[in-house]
């Protein structure tokens, strides 16, 4: 129903900023949210931050909070991931992940999303 489509990423030394976008298609947000996770190979997919499409209501784990900031574009459907002060324990795949209409579910468990983006590799080297 709702395709969702990441794009940056890259290799980076710490201390660097990457943004990350995901456009989302088949469904034009009003309410929902939008979110970021990573994942490290053998590790729980992590929750990074997350916005409440219609407040604009801003969420972060503790270990980005004041490094990294989620957006969004309601006219392009897209939300972004702004990330400053990389530092190597943020090397992941970076998951992009969605979820439509009002509930009153947490924004922190994988499993409250229902979409995803493909995952794009941040990899921020010493």
């Known amino acids: 129903q709702v395709l969702m489509v990441q794009s940056g990423g890259g290799l980076v030394q710490t201390g660097d900023s990457l943004r990350l976008s995901c456009a989302a298609s088949?469904?034009?947000?009003?309410?929902?949210?939008m979110a970021w996770f990573r994942q490290t190979l053998g590790e729980e997919r992590e929750f990074v931050a997350a916005?409440?499409?219609?407040?604009?209501?801003?969420f972060y784990s503790g270990s980005v909070k004041g490094r990294f900031t989620i957006s969004r574009d309601n006219a392009k459907n897209t939300v972004y991931l702004q990330m400053n002060s990389l530092r190597p324990e943020d090397t992941a795949v970076y998951y992009c992940?969605?979820?439509?209409?009002?509930?009153?579910?947490?924004?922190?468990?994988?499993?409250?999303?229902?979409?995803w983006g493909q995952g794009t590799q941040v990899t921020v080297s010493s």
């Open positions: 992940a969605s979820r439509v209409g009002t509930t009153d579910r947490s924004f922190y468990p994988a499993t409250a999303y229902d979409y």
């Open positions: 088949g469904h034009t947000f009003t309410t929902g949210a």
């Open positions: 916005i409440a499409w219609s407040s604009g209501y801003t």
